[in-house]
């Protein structure tokens, strides 16, 4: 099967009638955990007798043509040898998803593949990956550590990176995964990776192709509401044993899609050829109870299949359904649903049939089956397009990219988020499907309007008051990135996205990030330098020292980031950096790099207390060596706090202590002080000290 490309929506505010024949409404919230708007179709299947209709089931089937699983493959990372594992499968007649990241930022692990890049490798990639009918997913913007960042920052990492790709490579995109692998932090309860779930599902995402991501350590559901994989083989290792095993197992609801995954280097697969990779498509191809296709396909279909609700009648020899399914406008897929009639002999029925749509019979032993696909009038998206508006100005042509047939504005003053559209052409425009997709600060999620046509040259504004969520604090610092997927039927079936951002300010003084100044990166890999014996006079609670002397004869110095860099970080992290990648990876602050290991710094804060009270710290133990309070050692994480300014000084050893290179440990010191319920003591303020 190729690639269907629709239009998504995802409802949670407003019920919205359906276009299908019987006009039906999703339930009040929507179809299934994702909450896709629904619509109906019915079915028609005649039988040769009244009897033979009576005793027949219809039902819809687990995995297109009741395969025994999904076979595909994850690449990630926007890597130039992508093309190779993109040869390598055609060959096997594979399909698979690759993720990438900023179209802008290409990688190469090495040039022994013989693979050049394009002289333009975001426009070009992309289109020959496709080429084999494969589909593209997002992997964020910056391949950044999502958990580590403010919530604003994640937001415009995760849906902007499915407008870039969205909108420069023509392809849809619902498929995530997490840059690293790093799903959640061991600091936050699990609050991250709830919050990262929620902008998922906010962004049009409804599937994770992480290894048995909804599956607890104990093997217990952990259901995110998003469809998830299993490994196979990654990076050369195989795993295969575990398809072997359970494709001897009776067959059931659970259909599961297996994955050859993740990074296309020529290390990881034996040579520039990549022979690891052809030996496990070799033993994998063709195989008649696996369905090879893409994440993409994978995902439509189960989600159709597992939310999917059917409403049965028969008179006479006739069977009716009703069936209410996910809109493809949300699923942006056209993968069809595989019906089997039980009970009943395919010499018993006459014929199976939907007005509304295409009916093709499927090839499944001794029963009768057949794969119902959407409505005709459900094409598409042909044409896909961006505008944004980077100083959120509400003057129409302040709008980048506003020579379309539609031109669109979206601001906000306040808690009013409105778009302006304009048709540019001398046509009407006709079905105008607008998505509202919002950062966490709002308690709206995504808000649904429709436009049934704008006449030519003619305009409209549509408003969307905000609610604030209850605990706004956590969620709105940084550049807030709003987003309006703009669906519509032109001359062609378009998507147009419209963009904004708005600078939400600092965080609450109750978060660590702003409450410290920092000294270094001392690097512990230079001959004579020990930056623990460096810092004694620091935590012996002396005045604290303007500067101090290297080794190497380098001064350093007190110092805090650029509040505008920092912002792209989770507020309670100091800032520090070290090495969490290569350079080129320091997309926020490229100064910060440095060539060292073993780096430490010293951060030197302060915290206001409005009594006195004992608080808990919550830090990454390994990575925090010494902690000092108002000059008396803290020997665990209790921290006895007195009423007024109180003197906070630590020694920060991230890369040491983690041995890796990434490690969200190394973006800064994450430090939150609770109470003993456990929740953040909001009363607390930290004040960065004036540099010495």
Not at 386 to 412: C, H
Request: with cysteine; charged share 20%; glycine share 8%.
């Amino acid at each position: 099967m190729k690639s269907w490309q629709l239009c998504a929506f995802i409802l949670v505010l407003v019920p919205i009638l359906a276009h299908g024949s019987a006009g039906a409404s999703a339930p009040p919230g929507g179809l299934g955990p994702v909450q896709m708007r629904a619509y109906t179709q019915t079915i028609r299947v005649t039988f040769q007798s009244e009897a033979a209709a009576h005793k027949a089931q219809l039902r819809i089937l687990p995995l297109y043509h009741d395969f025994r699983a999904a076979f595909s493959s994850r690449w990630d990372d926007s890597t130039v040898n992508d093309m190779r594992a993109a040869q390598v499968m055609a060959k096997y007649g594979q399909e698979g998803t690759f993720y990438l990241n900023s179209l802008g930022n290409w990688y190469q692990d090495s040039k022994e593949t013989g693979i050049v890049a394009p002289a333009d490798p975001g426009a070009e990639i992309p289109r020959i990956l496709l080429a084999g009918g494969n589909s593209l997913g997002g992997h964020t913007l910056n391949h950044e550590m999502t958990p580590a960042l403010s919530k604003n920052a994640a937001f415009k990492e995760i849906l902007g990176l499915r407008v870039a790709l969205e909108s420069h490579a023509a392809s849809p995109v619902v498929s995530f995964v997490y840059p690293f692998v790093f799903i959640q932090s061991p600091l936050r309860g699990g609050v991250d990776r709830a919050d990262i779930e929620e902008m998922l599902r906010r962004s049009g995402y409804y599937d994770l192709a992480e290894d048995n991501y909804n599956s607890a350590p104990n093997g217990a559901p952990r259901p995110s509401g998003l469809l998830d994989a299993r490994f196979v083989i990654m990076d050369g290792h195989a795993a295969d044993a575990g398809l072997t095993q359970f494709l001897a197992t009776p067959a059931g609801d659970d259909r599961p899609l297996f994955l050859v995954t993740m990074h296309a280097w020529v290390s990881a697969w034996g040579g520039p050829e990549f022979p690891l990779l052809d030996a496990i498509y070799k033993k994998w191809s063709g195989r008649d109870d696996l369905w090879y296709t893409t994440p993409n396909h994978y995902a439509a279909y189960r989600y159709q299949s597992l939310y999917s609700q059917l409403d049965v009648r028969v008179k006479g020899r006739v069977l009716t359904a009703q069936l209410l399914r996910p809109d493809p406008l949300d699923l942006d897929d056209g993968t069809p649903l595989t019906f089997e009639v039980d009970g009943a002999g395919k010499a018993d029925i006459v014929s199976a049939e939907c007005a509304s749509a295409e009916v093709k019979p499927a090839a499944l032993g001794d029963s009768y089956a057949f794969d119902l696909f959407h409505d005709r009038d459900r094409g598409p998206i042909e044409s896909y397009a961006e505008t944004d508006n980077p100083s959120n100005s509400d003057q129409l042509d302040a709008a980048r990219d506003g020579s379309g047939p539609l031109q669109a504005l979206l601001f906000r003053r306040g808690p009013l988020l409105s778009l302006v559209l304009h048709n540019n052409t001398a046509q009407p425009l006709a079905n105008l499907n607008v998505t509202f997709r919002l950062p966490l600060r709002w308690q709206q999620g995504v808000v649904h309007r429709q436009v049934e046509a704008l006449a030519a040259g003619a305009s409209v504004k549509l408003d969307v008051s905000l609610a604030e969520r209850p605990d706004p604090a956590h969620y709105s610092d940084g550049l807030e990135y709003d987003v309006a997927q703009i669906d519509y039927q032109g001359q062609a079936r378009s998507r147009l996205y419209a963009t904004s951002e708005i600078q939400d300010g600092e965080p609450a003084p109750s978060f660590a990030r702003n409450g410290f100044l920092i000294l270094g990166p001392l690097p512990g890999d230079v001959v004579g330098l020990d930056p623990r014996r460096l810092s004694e006079d620091f935590f012996s609670g002396q005045a604290v020292r303007k500067s101090y002397t290297l080794p190497t004869g380098e001064t350093v110095q007190w110092k805090a980031l650029d509040p505008a860099r920092a912002s792209i970080l989770d507020p309670d992290i100091i800032p520090t950096t070290g090495k969490n990648n290569i350079p080129a990876s320091y997309l926020w602050d490229k100064s910060i790099y440095t060539p060292h290991t073993g780096l430490a710094w010293l951060l030197y804060g302060t915290v206001v207390s409005p009594e006195t009270q004992t608080v808990r710290g919550v830090f990454c133990k390994e990575c925090v060596k010494q902690i000092s309070l108002n000059g008396k050692a803290v020997p665990g994480d209790q921290l006895d706090l007195k009423k007024g300014r109180n003197d906070i000084r630590i020694f920060y050893v991230p890369t040491m202590a983690t041995k890796s290179d990434y490690t969200e440990n190394n973006y800064g010191c994450y430090f939150r002080l609770t109470g003993a319920d456990g929740r953040p003591v909001e009363s607390l303020l930290f004040e960065r000290p004036q540099i010495p």
